[in-house]
């Protein structure tokens, strides 16, 4: 049997600790609060956007062998038939990473419908979220929801681990409802769980984790179900400051076209506010540009007298080229923006050495050649 890391609902690849949102048992959480928290040394892949098909974010790792260790020795006949008839689980993982690296579609096809039946209903919940694990590892998203789906546990921390494995399965599979409805339950919908609560996306090669908050990742499912407007809200109700509340009002004005122009660009001050207080000069540029792209002579203006303090010679420009009372700062700016070894930039070439004398045929060694006297010619 594959090991199981305790109460994590991860078991493989990426399960690290996380620390729990408002309101979600400890025991539950599944991601490390680090962006690259370190991945424990069981096999075989990293989960959730990673356990399908190599389009997800988090697709599973190449098949084969991991860098360092002895390349997987191709299945015989026999061999595959005896996996197939009496395989454990951990035989039947190894196996597809056999048949992946073999690039065998047929007998992959075989391991994988044989995952399906290997522990039939009832299992307890560690046996199901162990054999969705492999076939995440599998490339079989689709089939691991097919096993969690037999199982449904009461409220609690076991309830938790099983929504999560739900998520990272839907997500595999780029099921984006039944993605979003994961994270709907795991926190009741209530927005502020998400903010504490991150998501194990992909292992890295040298086996950090990389996680994000949860509030993004089901704003993502939102809007890729066609629900821009319940994706913005989600984005608001965060209660997370700085530069990660500053993206979020940033993401959501841009959802939310309808909002009237007012409203749109005082949360673009809110936000403009955190990022700077946190020098993000990047996203305040950003921000800015979101507000003089708003009806607001005011906010226009206010960009073009912050550019130079933020060093923002492009963004300016952009404003002023369709000015022509404005021409001379936009020569100005232009050079400035102008490739620096171009003509008429501040930092052209140095002038091109002078060639090396060439040298008449035969009239000096070529390289390598001995250095003896030359031998006269026979008359």
């Not at 199981?4 to 309101?23: K, M, N, R, S, Y």
């Not at 076209?257 to 673009?268: G, V």
Request: charged fraction near 25%; glycine fraction near 6%.
């Amino acid at each position: 049997m594959l090991p199981l890391l305790g109460l994590l609902g991860l078991p493989h690849a990426l399960a690290a600790p996380v620390a729990p949102g408002p309101g979600l048992p400890a025991a539950a959480t599944t991601a490390g609060r680090s962006a690259a928290a370190p991945a424990p040394s069981t096999p075989p892949r990293p989960a959730g956007s990673a356990s399908q098909a190599p389009a997800s974010p988090t697709a599973a790792p190449p098949a084969g062998s991991a860098p360092g260790q002895e390349p997987l020795a191709p299945f015989t006949t026999p061999e595959l038939k005896a996996l197939l008839r009496n395989g454990s689980l951990e035989d039947l993982a190894l196996g597809c990473r056999r048949a992946e690296a073999e690039d065998r579609l047929d007998r992959l096809r075989l391991i994988q419908e044989r995952l399906l039946t290997v522990l039939p209903a009832p299992q307890p919940l560690p046996v199901v979220l162990a054999n969705a694990d492999v076939l995440l590892g599998c490339r079989q998203p689709e089939a691991a929801l097919t096993v969690l789906d037999r199982i449904s546990p009461a409220a609690g921390a076991e309830r938790v681990q099983w929504l999560l494995m739900q998520w990272r399965a839907a997500d595999a599979a780029l099921d984006h409802r039944r993605a979003s409805f994961a994270l709907q339950r795991l926190t009741a919908s209530r927005p502020e769980r998400l903010d504490g609560l991150l998501l194990p996306l992909q292992r890295r090669d040298d086996g950090s984790v990389v996680s994000r908050p949860a509030i993004d990742v089901l704003a993502e499912h939102l809007r890729a179900r066609g629900f821009p407007r319940a994706a913005a809200e989600l984005l608001l109700a965060s209660r997370d400051s700085g530069v990660a509340g500053a993206e979020r009002r940033l993401l959501a004005v841009r959802e939310l076209r309808r909002l009237p122009a007012a409203e749109r660009e005082a949360l673009l001050e809110s936000a403009l506010e955190q990022a700077a207080a946190a020098g993000a000069w990047g996203l305040v540029a950003e921000l800015l540009d979101a507000q003089a792209a708003l009806p607001s002579a005011r906010a226009q203006e206010r960009r073009l007298r912050l550019s130079p303090r933020i060093d923002d010679a492009y963004g300016e420009w952009l404003l002023r080229q369709a000015d022509p009372a404005s021409a001379e700062r936009t020569a100005e700016l232009e050079r400035r923006l102008r490739s620096p070894r171009a003509a008429d930039g501040h930092n052209p070439d140095p002038p091109a050495a002078a060639p090396a004398r060439a040298q008449p045929v035969g009239s000096g060694p070529l390289p390598g050649a001995s250095t003896r006297p030359p031998v006269s010619p026979l008359p």
